[in-house]
C-alpha cells in the first residue's frame, strides 16, 4: 500500500511540471506571434505610406502633364504670347498645414485628405506640416 501512495506523488508531481512546462510554452509562442503581428502591422504601414507616397507623385506627374497640354493648346489657339503670366505655375506653391483628426485641408484648394499625404491631390500644393 505505501508503495502505491509513492507512486501517486511522484504521478502527480510530474503532472504538475508537465503542465507548468506547457503553460511557459504556450506564454512564449503567444508573445512571439505577438511580435510576428506587430511588425507586420508596421511592414503594411510602411507599405502603405509608399503607396500612398508614390501615388500623389504620380498624380503630381500627370498633373503636371495634364497644364503643360492645356497650356500648348491655349497658346495655339490664342497665338504666341509670351508676357502672358503661367497660372499653372503659381498652383503648384508651398504651404503651411496643420493636420487635424488624421486629415489635412488643402489651404490652397480646400480639398480634404489623409494626413499622410505630402501634396495635394487635387491641386499639388506641397505640404509643409508644423
Ligand atoms: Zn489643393
Do not use: H
Not at 91 to 107: F, G, L, M, T
Amino acid at each position: 500500500m505505501p508503495g502505491f501512495i509513492i507512486f501517486l506523488y511522484i504521478a502527480a508531481g510530474a503532472l504538475s511540471i508537465a503542465l507548468l512546462v506547457w503553460f511557459i510554452y504556450a506564454i512564449t509562442k503567444i508573445q512571439r506571434n505577438t511580435e510576428m503581428i506587430d511588425n507586420n502591422t508596421q511592414k503594411l504601414e510602411d507599405q502603405n505610406a509608399t503607396i500612398i507616397f508614390l501615388l500623389s507623385s504620380i498624380n503630381v506627374e500627370l498633373k503636371k502633364i495634364t497644364n503643360t497640354k492645356e497650356t500648348t493648346s491655349s497658346e495655339e489657339k490664342s497665338g504666341t504670347n509670351d508676357n502672358q503670366p503661367n497660372n499653372e505655375e503659381a498652383i503648384s506653391e508651398e504651404a503651411k498645414v496643420k493636420p487635424r483628426n488624421d486629415r489635412i485641408v488643402c489651404p490652397v484648394c480646400g480639398t480634404d485628405q489623409p494626413s499622410l499625404r505630402n501634396v495635394c491631390f487635387n491641386c499639388g500644393c506641397k505640404f509643409i506640416k508644423e
